[in-house]
């Protein structure tokens, strides 16, 4: 491992069932605290169970999951602290539709981070300008684009304050011309230096600002490299393959 790297979230020996069904098999994944992991792979290759695995949304059967050194918490209190530390963002932005931008960004700030109103507002308002969405505030999340509502749910994750983003094919209901100004917000965190983990099918965002790619199939991970060697040289068929698929069109 390079000089620096201090990991942030580990994985080791992860299973997962689902029944009959093997969706998440002897996981071992390390990620370096300010490092960006792009994950991949084909549609149920386990990569969403794998996020919702670290956010602690599924419970895992075998192995052990830690963030920042600290095991994730079993039910109960430590729940809500940890899904604030490591926060994640949906394919469906998930917004509360009777909420205001404004008080969907300050929710979870004075019941979860025991904020005073002034302070969630004024970070609030802060987030909203870095996602150019300070002119919005008072809208309903259904007056605003999906691009728009995405970056509201990228602010609402900011606002906690997290260690890390888990961010799951957030582009993938987009309308495509609302999928850079996303994915621009993402390139912008990843140069801040925010850990990420970042399940999507934009391949120039994996080129451009993951630090390594992992390709998924079938619960297991087949390849953890950087993006350079993965793209330019798939080790497995199922790489392969799975590439050749996807930059065909
Ligand atoms: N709650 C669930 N109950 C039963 N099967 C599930 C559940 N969630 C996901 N699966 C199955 O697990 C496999 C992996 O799913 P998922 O993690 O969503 O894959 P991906 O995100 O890579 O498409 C799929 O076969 C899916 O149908
Ligand atoms: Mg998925």
């Known amino acids: 491992m390079a000089a620096g790297f201090t990991p942030l979230i580990e994985l080791s020996g992860v299973n997962k069932h689902f029944g009959e069904l093997h969706v ?3 996981i071992d994944l390390t990620v370096g605290r ?20 670290i956010n602690r ?23 809500a602290q940890l899904r604030a530390e490591v926060g994640m963002v949906f394919q469906s932005f998930n917004l509360f539709a ?3 931008v404004l008080q969907n960004l300050m929710l979870a700030q ?30 309903y ?5 999906g691009g728009q509502q995405q970056r509201v749910a990228i602010a609402r994750a900011l606002a906690m304050d997290p260690k890390a983003l888990l961010f799951d094919e957030p582009t993938s209901a ?8 996303v994915l621009d917000v993402m390139r912008g965190l990843a140069q801040e230096g925010m850990t990420m983990v970042v399940v999507t099918h934009e391949m120039g965002f994996a080129r451009s600002a993951a630090n390594r790619v992992v390709f998924m199939a079938d619960g297991q991970i087949l390849e953890d490299r950087v993006p350079e060697d993965f793209f330019g040289h798939p080790e497995t068929d199922r790489a392969k393959d799975f590439l050749s698929k996807i930059l065909k069109h």
């Not at 490092?35 to 149920?44: A, F, L, N, T, Y």
């Not at 970070?123 to 809208?139: I, M, N, P, T, W």
């Open 98 to 100: 009777h909420k205001t």
């Open 110 to 139: 004075l019941k979860v981070r025991k904020r005073g109103k002034a302070a969630a507002e004024a970070k609030s308002h802060q987030l909203l300008e870095r996602v150019g969405l300070e002119a919005h505030a008072a809208k």
């Open 34 to 53: 300010g490092e960006v992991v792009v994950v991949i792979g084909p549609s149920g290759s386990g990569k969403s169970t794998l996020c919702r695995a």
């Open 24 to 26: 998440l098999r002897d």
């Open 57 to 79: 949304l599924e419970q895992i059967e075998t192995g052990r999951i830690t963030i920042d050194g600290v095991p994730l918490p079993e039910e109960g209190k430590g729940l």
């Open 141 to 145: 999340p259904a007056q605003l684009s």
């Open 174 to 181: 987009l309308d495509p011309e609302m999928i850079n100004e």
